[in-house]
Antibody
């Protein structure tokens, strides 16, 4: 059974930092693309970042330069380091696995999310 | 950057057909994926690569794309279909960009 379990969310002040973790079971992240998607309260889905199996990372425009993404294949865990947090980063952050084929990818497995609240 | 447009809401009676659209420039040339999200739950893919239905998704769900519009059709709508629906495309022609539509709230 595939499971993605996020942790590390919480309340942080503007300008602060937080690191989210996503522990994966049921498949190996070393051969899969992993990503983060966020959802602000009452809003839609927003893609945050992706890490390819080889470790290459890409980020959405709203988080570029502030967030980094890494993984530990031995722990089957993905990490989202969030720095210089802003009020608008407040959201539920989902870890998700990607299925890719023919030049396109979709999110085929999701965690239950980790809530990040940025507030003074 | 590329944008996907969805109507905020669609309302249908049980047993009727719900049509949820997703607009984007020449979206017919891209692969479109659709997600269903119920309150308090993570999204679930209900249609991939325009018209491929993942295992476990009822045959009442169909998808298609043409021109500037992608369409998710739900036949014989049930109360349990009430949810938010999002379309999504993947673009890695330059930098990687993943775009979601704004979502459509389906009320049954």
């Amino acid at each position: 059974e595939v499971q993605l379990v996020e942790s590390g969310g919480g309340l942080v002040q503007p300008g602060g930092s937080l690191r989210l973790s996503c522990v994966v079971s049921g498949f190996t992240i070393s051969s899969n693309y992993m990503t983060w998607v966020r959802q602000a309260p009452g809003k839609g889905l927003e893609w945050v970042a992706v890490i390819y199996s080889a470790g290459t990372t890409y980020f959405g425009d709203s988080v570029k330069g502030r967030f980094t993404l890494s993984k530990d294949n031995s722990k089957n865990t993905v990490y989202l380091q969030m720095n210089s947090l802003r009020l608008e980063d407040t959201a539920l952050y989902y870890c998700a696995g990607l299925y890719c084929s023919s030049g396109s990818c979709y999110f085929d497995s999701w965690g239950q999310g980790s809530l990040v609240t940025v507030s003074s | 950057s590329y944008a996907l447009t969805q109507a905020p809401s669609v309302s249908v009676a049980p047993g009727q057909t719900a049509v949820i659209t997703c607009g984007g420039t020449d979206i017919g040339s891209r692969s479109v994926h659709w997600y269903q999200q119920k309150p308090g739950q993570a999204p679930v893919v209900v249609m991939s690569f325009d018209g491929d239905r993942p295992s476990g998704i009822p045959a009442r769900f169909t998808g298609s794309t043409s021109g500037n519009t992608a369409t998710l059709t739900i036949n014989w709508v049930e109360a349990g279909d009430e949810a938010d629906y999002y379309c999504q495309i993947w673009d890695d022609t330059d930098d990687v960009d993943v775009v979601f539509g704004g979502g459509t709230k389906l009320t049954v």
